[in-house]
């Protein structure tokens, strides 16, 4: 059975879980929480103990700034919290960054990792890109404003109406701090020093129209990992997972399975 879906919390984390059988950590976008991966959740959970994890402070909690290390580090210590010895990984964009990251830290933690458009290391100007994806903040903006922009644009069509409305809605318990700190993960990202000593088994999945992580990014991402495949989606963009649920679920669960 799938069972319900619940959000629990302990300590500094927070999750949405869903299912019974092997744990799965889904770890969201910039621009997602914990409820982007509801249809995931939604499909998985008939096989799969489904636990999708909030960002630091996504879920409005306070937060401190944290190294791409440190990052990992969380990571493992929520499986400390679980009671899990080893866990399945899907991270998507700022997600599979993270999901690199703990991969970098304990890998011995995490069986099979799903790396969906992301990238080894940040591929345009720090300087740049945290100018122009921060201009609605700095011109007075909230979090959930950024995301209502954004949204459109890293897609490769229009999401549904509801799927869209609830993604942007998630996005309002997201504080400024997080999401700075979260363009900030991803502006100085670089995991070139890590790749070489993960050999898990990664598939990275690629929207094939994705703009904000192109294709070769996941071809690069693919060759330098040593134990990596790639798949690509055809007709999606960024957010690969929610532009086409059911392609992305039946991807993970025959990696995964």
Do not use: K
């Not at 998507?92 to 995490?110: E, K, P």
């Not at 109406?161 to 502006?187: W, Y």
């Amino acid at each position: 059975m799938a069972g319900e879906l619940g959000v629990r919390s302990v300590g500094r984390f927070t999750w949405t879980e869903q299912g019974d059988g092997p744990p799965v950590v889904f770890l969201h976008p910039i621009v997602g929480t914990r409820d982007y991966w509801n249809p995931q959740l939604a499909g998985l959970s008939d096989q799969f103990r489904c636990l999708a994890l909030d960002a630091p402070g996504y879920a409005g909690e306070a937060i401190e700034p944290l190294s791409s290390a440190e990052h990992g580090a969380r990571i493992v210590e929520f499986l400390d919290v679980l009671d899990v010895e080893q866990a399945d990984l899907v991270g998507l964009s700022l997600g599979g960054m993270h999901a690199l990251y703990a991969l970098g830290a304990a890998r011995d933690r995490f069986r099979r990792t799903v790396l969906a458009d992301t990238s080894l290391a940040f591929g345009a100007d720090p300087a740049t890109w945290l100018t122009d994806w921060l201009a609605p903040i700095d011109a007075g903006g909230t979090p959930a404003d950024l995301a209502a922009g954004a949204i459109d644009t890293i897609v490769a069509n229009p999401l549904a109406d509801d799927v869209r409305r609830a993604l942007h809605d998630s996005f309002g318990r997201v504080s400024e701090a997080a999401l700075r700190q979260a363009c900030d993960t991803i502006a100085n990202h670089d995991a070139t020093a890590l790749v070489a000593a993960i050999d898990n088994s990664c598939l990275v999945v690629c929207g094939e129209l994705d703009e904000e992580t192109p294709v070769e990014y996941s071809e690069a991402l693919a060759q330098a990992l040593p134990d990596g495949e790639l798949t690509v989606i055809a007709g999606a963009g960024h957010l690969s997972s929610i532009e086409q649920p059911q392609t992305f679920n039946d991807i993970t669960r025959n990696f995964l399975a």
